[in-house]
């Protein structure tokens, strides 16, 4: 059974840094896992992913530099966000991905966690 559960989120103050969490379970070694987010009233916008066998990267245009995405020998995955803005506050979810289709389309991933709220204040 694969499982992935997020931690990490919570109330930050705009500049602030904050580091997510996703411990995944079961077949998940061979699959690329990512980050996505909703915000309040928008679609789920999809934040970088990493695979966890061989590490690769692939961020959004808009995450670049602000947002790192890694990966541990645990198959725990993490989301370093620093500088924090407003518009960030959203609901974070990890998803393992598919293997099929594109890497930044939410229908690409087959498993999600339940979500951690980050929320932004300025």
């Known amino acids: 059974q694969v499982q992935l559960v997020e931690s990490g989120g919570g109330l930050v103050l705009a500049g602030d840094s904050l580091r997510l969490s996703c411990a995944t379970s079961?077949?998940?070694?061979?699959?690329?896992v990512a980050w996505f987010r909703r915000a309040p009233g928008k679609e789920r916008e999809f934040v970088a992913s990493?695979?966890?066998?061989?590490?690769?990267t692939y961020y959004a245009d808009s995450m670049k530099g602000r947002f790192t995405i890694s990966r541990d020998t645990e198959n725990t995955v993490y989301l370093q966000m620093n500088s924090l803005k407003p518009e960030d506050t959203a609901v974070y979810y990890c998803a393992r991905g598919a293997n099929s289709g594109r890497v930044d389309t939410p229908s690409s991933y087959d498993y999600w966690g339940q979500g951690t709220q980050v929320t932004v204040s300025s």
């Open positions: 079961g077949r998940t070694r061979s699959y690329a």
């Open positions: 990493v695979t966890l066998s061989g590490g690769f």
